[in-house]
């Protein structure tokens, strides 16, 4: 990641400032922008895929859930700003948001049931400061998808591999299951999904 903007800003003077067309990502950090590629190649692939798999329980269930083509997550401190992989939101939910209509920002962890991080070499970010963020927040599920097995030691174990974090939120902390190679994921909000590590790589 490339510090973008060296001074400190605001959330709302980072949304102002976001371009409305980039060949990057941008998302805001303790008041600091940072400039990262857009996922490309097997990245948006995974993501993809993922996508694909849960709208597909979404319209055979049907739960009132969308996911959007893109939104930003306001930190609960103001400061920071994340664009999720991929972001399931409660259609329902969403008349609670004030920013929702006219710029696409999520301020309350209710209105998602579910975030996803596909990992790149920025792994430190998925599962130190978001998975702080997301947790703070209240968003009650987060998965980290880390198909390379980039995740350090402590994150993915030793030795490293391909490995699927869910985290649900429990009490207002994290409760974390991983699953590795055909495993398949245990999702709260997805009880009938099946989906592994495997399937996606």
């Known amino acids: 990641m490339v510090l973008a903007e060296s001074k400190t800003i605001s959330f709302d003077d980072f949304i102002t400032w976001l371009p409305a067309r980039s060949e990057y990502r941008y998302e805001l950090r303790d008041g600091e922008i940072l400039e990262m590629p857009k996922p490309r190649g097997k990245h948006s692939e995974i993501a993809g895929f993922i996508i694909s798999e849960l709208n597909f329980i979404i319209r055979q269930s049907p739960l009132p859930y969308l996911i959007p083509r893109e939104s930003i997550v306001k930190s609960i401190d103001d400061k920071s700003g994340y664009e999720p992989d991929v972001i399931v939101l409660d259609r329902e ?7 929702w209509e006219t710029e696409s920002i999520i301020t309350q962890g209710s209105s998602v049931k579910l975030a996803i991080e596909v990992v790149s070499t920025n792994w430190q970010d998925d599962y130190a400061i978001k998975q702080i963020a997301y947790q703070a927040l209240g968003i009650q599920e987060y998965w980290i998808v880390d198909y390379l097995g980039l995740g ?9 591999q391909p ?20 495993e398949l994921i245990v999702s709260p909000t997805f ?5 592994s590590i495997d399937r996606m790589s």
């Not at 939910?93 to 920013?99: D, H, N, T």
């Not at 009880?191 to 989906?195: F, K, S, T």
């Open 93 to 99: 939910l969403l008349a609670q948001e004030p920013r």
């Open 152 to 160: 350090g030691r402590n994150f993915i174990g030793y030795p490293k």
């Open 163 to 182: 490995t699927i974090s869910v985290y649900n939120l429990v009490d207002g902390e994290y409760d974390l299951h991983q699953f590795r190679s055909n």
């Open 191 to 195: 009880p009938d999904l099946e989906l």
